[in-house]
């Protein structure tokens, strides 16, 4: 179908609109956007400065995308908000564009859910087929891997990373890194057991998904240490690859502070 653009919609000559695109009533798009082929903004979305929407991407009301960072230091460089493609952005979300302190980038992958009223700060990097539920709160320079799932009404500190696969519960306050395939619940959230039901969602092997249960019986239950952990699995034949990647994870996070992986770029940023 052709583009269609209601008559009270106000769009800078500058942005660049694909084909197929539906902009509605009362939105406004500002000189910096682009927004790609087959892309819906139902009504009152406001994007603002250099904002790239991609194809297929369902945008509700209210949602303002690329407002200037909530950092004090930001001396207005022109930084961007990057979406990918067939996202779905629910009622008075928002997605702040980037500061200078990293770079210059706040990223939304391909195929993420974004409930009502979740904010998006500078810096973050978000991945694909992401879940996070109405109400949630990241911080700047959040990092959120493929999978995960946020429950409604978390809040998430400065520079936690979200593992792949993990799930934070509802109303969780999440200080340090949050595992891959992990259920983290509390304030401040821990781990409580692995994320069973996205496992088999996801189709992981039987083998996998017992060996990364005696993983969390080991570290999170048993406090045997990470190299412990590693060597009893070994001797059992149950390092598979997500067996890996969580240690690997967990060896990033405790070279960090804070138990935040990232934690030790904040000096540099």
């Known amino acids: 179908m052709a583009t269609s653009i209601a008559a009270n919609a106000w769009i800078d000559p500058r942005a660049e609109i694909d084909e197929d695109v539906e902009i509605g009533p009362f939105c406004t798009v500002g000189a910096g956007a682009r927004i790609g082929r087959g892309s819906r903004l139902l009504n009152s979305v406001t994007l603002m400065g250099r904002v790239t929407l991609g194809r297929e991407n369902l945008i509700y009301p209210n949602v303002v995308l690329g407002a200037e960072p909530q950092d004090l230091s930001y ?36 195929h993420n859910f974004l409930m009502a009223g979740v904010h998006v700060a ?16 990241l911080a700047g320079h959040v990092h959120v891997h493929d999978y995960a799932s946020i429950s409604g009404g978390c809040a998430i500190q400065h520079f936690v990373t979200i593992g792949s696969y993990s799930f934070l519960a509802a109303l969780s306050r999440a200080l340090h890194d949050v595992p891959p395939y992990m259920l983290v619940e509390g304030v401040a959230a821990k781990p409580r057991c692995i994320n069973i039901v996205a496992l088999k969602r996801n189709n992981f092997s039987s083998k996998s998904i017992d060996c990364l249960a005696v993983v969390n019986r080991l570290l999170y239950r048993s406090k045997v240490g990470l190299a412990h952990a590693r060597e009893i699995l070994r001797s059992k034949d149950q390092i598979t690859p997500e067996v890996e990647n ?3 994870f967990i060896e990033i996070q405790a070279a960090g502070k804070h138990g935040r992986g990232r934690e030790a770029i904040r000096k540099a940023a």
């Open 75 to 110: 001396q207005g460089t022109d930084t961007c908000v990057d979406i990918g493609d067939g996202n779905t952005i629910r009622e008075g979300v928002t997605i702040n564009r980037a500061s200078e302190k990293e770079d210059g980038v706040t990223r939304l992958g391909n």
């Open 246 to 248: 969580l240690f690997s």
């Open 122 to 137: 500078h810096d973050c990097h978000l991945g694909n087929h992401i879940v996070i539920a109405n109400g949630s709160l």
